[in-house]
């Protein structure tokens, strides 16, 4: 079976996290949305998403294939949905978004159906659906599998599920699922004194530091590092949040670091709906909630003591410091605070990038050059300090 994640109109609405990669390689839960399908169908999957991505994600085209939209969440009932199309057939959720199509291509029109479907639209809905995928995730990773043992060095609370892989090390920490299920990956570390209320995802090579406090659901991404306070966020991989500060209803992509004693706002004063940042309509969108944090995008940072008013939208390879709130919407490629902006270089920017993946074994490879010159050149109109 060919299968093909596909981007459609909708993934803008998930700007700045797709700046830089398919709406499919976005983590909510332990896994990301592409590997929950493969694992689900048994199958590897390719992409078929904005052109300048596409030499770092493949498509892999066919006569025929298994078209599905990279932003829909699985679960069993609609696997099941998606195995039974046969050639020609697609289904449609009920708000007439596409969500599976059989055949060579993608279809031109849609025929009307009636299939209820979770996607992941806006960056706040990844925070908001994390809790249930941590736990559906955690059902399918550890299906007939039993957890490495855990050290009596920890203290348990309830009895709630709690899985170490066998590389896993966890000593001196209180560790409570009764809320939700504890998963700790390969090689992922909880050091002493972290207290940690499920659910929580600590995945592949990442840690949580000493004294760490985690509220659930969170989910640490691969290669990550956290300290002071979390509550219900999403790292997505490779990124830093390695000291004291608050972190709450929030999404980071990859590669961002943020700076000792920052924190974020997750609640307005006055206790009013929160608005985020709205690419496409280029103006601050109501987002039904009333705790929303920051959204900063892949390669981002910020320096120490830096605070975030609520509903934050950080672009891609921003670097934020000085004392004072940055402003609640910053364009990629932003170089400054309260202060004022301007224009962090793309050369600066690879100098910096380039350092930070070699920490990790990584390179800054010319694909990925490549992404982050389109990601400059497309988002240069809205860094309002070059105009003026």
């Given at each position: 079976?060919?299968?093909?994640?596909?981007?459609?109109?909708?993934?803008?609405?998930?700007?700045?996290?797709?700046?830089?990669r398919p709406a499919g390689e976005i983590r909510v839960g332990i896994l990301t949305i592409r590997k929950k399908w493969e694992h689900r169908l048994q199958t590897i999957a390719s992409y078929k998403t904005q052109d300048y991505l596409q030499a770092k994600y493949p498509f892999i085209p066919s006569e025929s294939s298994l078209?599905?939209?990279?932003?829909c969440l699985p679960d069993q009932?609609?696997?099941?949905?998606?195995?039974a199309l046969e050639e020609g057939q697609q289904l449609v959720a009920t708000?007439?978004?596409?969500?599976?199509?059989?055949?060579?291509?993608?279809?031109?029109?849609?025929?009307?159906?009636?299939?209820d479907a979770t996607f992941i639209n806006y960056p706040e809905d990844i925070f908001t659906h994390n809790g249930v995928e941590l736990e559906k995730d955690f059902d399918i990773v550890t299906e007939n599998r039993s957890s490495a043992p855990i050290s009596d060095t920890n203290t348990i609370v309830g009895s709630g599920r709690i899985f170490l892989e066998e590389s896993a090390k966890v000593e001196g920490a209180i560790l409570n699922?009764?809320?939700?299920?504890?998963y700790v990956g390969h090689g992922a570390e909880i050091m002493e004194g972290s207290l940690v209320r499920g659910g929580l995802a600590l995945c592949d090579n990442s840690a949580l530091k000493l004294g760490a406090?985690?509220?659930?659901?969170?989910?640490?991404?691969?290669?990550?590092?956290?300290?002071?306070?979390?509550?219900?966020?999403?790292?997505?991989?490779y990124s830093n949040k390695g000291h004291d500060g608050f972190l709450g209803n929030s999404v980071l992509g990859e590669w961002c670091n943020i700076g000792a004693d920052s924190n974020n706002s997750n609640l307005?004063?006055?206790?009013?709906?929160?608005?985020?940042?709205?690419?496409?309509?280029?103006r601050f969108r109501k987002t039904g909630k009333q705790f929303c944090g920051l959204i900063m995008g892949d390669h981002s940072k910020c320096g120490i003591n830096t605070m975030f008013n609520t509903g934050t939208v950080v672009g891609v390879s921003s670097n934020i410091f000085g004392s004072g709130f940055p402003r609640n919407y910053v364009p990629s490629f932003g170089w400054g605070g309260a202060s004022g902006f301007s224009t962090y270089q793309l050369r600066k920017a690879f100098e910096t990038t380039a350092l930070v993946m070699e920490r990790r074994g990584l390179e800054l490879n010319e694909v990925e050059k490549d992404i982050l010159t389109q990601i400059f050149e497309m988002t240069s109109e809205n860094r309002f300090w070059e105009t003026k």
């Amino acid at each position: 079976m060919n299968v093909i994640l596909f981007d459609d109109t909708f993934t803008k609405g998930l700007l700045p996290l797709t700046f830089t990669r398919p709406a499919g390689e976005i983590r909510v839960g332990i896994l990301t949305i592409r590997k929950k399908w493969e694992h689900r169908l048994q199958t590897i999957a390719s992409y078929k998403t904005q052109d300048y991505l596409q030499a770092k994600y493949p498509f892999i085209p066919s006569e025929s294939s298994l078209w599905i939209n990279g932003a829909c969440l699985p679960d069993q009932t609609l696997v099941e949905q998606v195995r039974a199309l046969e050639e020609g057939q697609q289904l449609v959720a009920t708000n007439d978004r596409l969500i599976a199509y059989r055949g060579g291509e993608l279809p031109s029109e849609l025929i009307e159906s009636n299939i209820d479907a979770t996607f992941i639209n806006y960056p706040e809905d990844i925070f908001t659906h994390n809790g249930v995928e941590l736990e559906k995730d955690f059902d399918i990773v550890t299906e007939n599998r039993s957890s490495a043992p855990i050290s009596d060095t920890n203290t348990i609370v309830g009895s709630g599920r709690i899985f170490l892989e066998e590389s896993a090390k966890v000593e001196g920490a209180i560790l409570n699922a009764s809320n939700g299920s504890i998963y700790v990956g390969h090689g992922a570390e909880i050091m002493e004194g972290s207290l940690v209320r499920g659910g929580l995802a600590l995945c592949d090579n990442s840690a949580l530091k000493l004294g760490a406090k985690i509220y659930g659901p969170t989910t640490v991404g691969p290669h990550s590092k956290v300290g002071g306070e979390v509550s219900n966020s999403v790292l997505i991989g490779y990124s830093n949040k390695g000291h004291d500060g608050f972190l709450g209803n929030s999404v980071l992509g990859e590669w961002c670091n943020i700076g000792a004693d920052s924190n974020n706002s997750n609640l307005k004063n006055n206790y009013a709906e929160v608005r985020l940042w709205d690419y496409e309509t280029e103006r601050f969108r109501k987002t039904g909630k009333q705790f929303c944090g920051l959204i900063m995008g892949d390669h981002s940072k910020c320096g120490i003591n830096t605070m975030f008013n609520t509903g934050t939208v950080v672009g891609v390879s921003s670097n934020i410091f000085g004392s004072g709130f940055p402003r609640n919407y910053v364009p990629s490629f932003g170089w400054g605070g309260a202060s004022g902006f301007s224009t962090y270089q793309l050369r600066k920017a690879f100098e910096t990038t380039a350092l930070v993946m070699e920490r990790r074994g990584l390179e800054l490879n010319e694909v990925e050059k490549d992404i982050l010159t389109q990601i400059f050149e497309m988002t240069s109109e809205n860094r309002f300090w070059e105009t003026k």
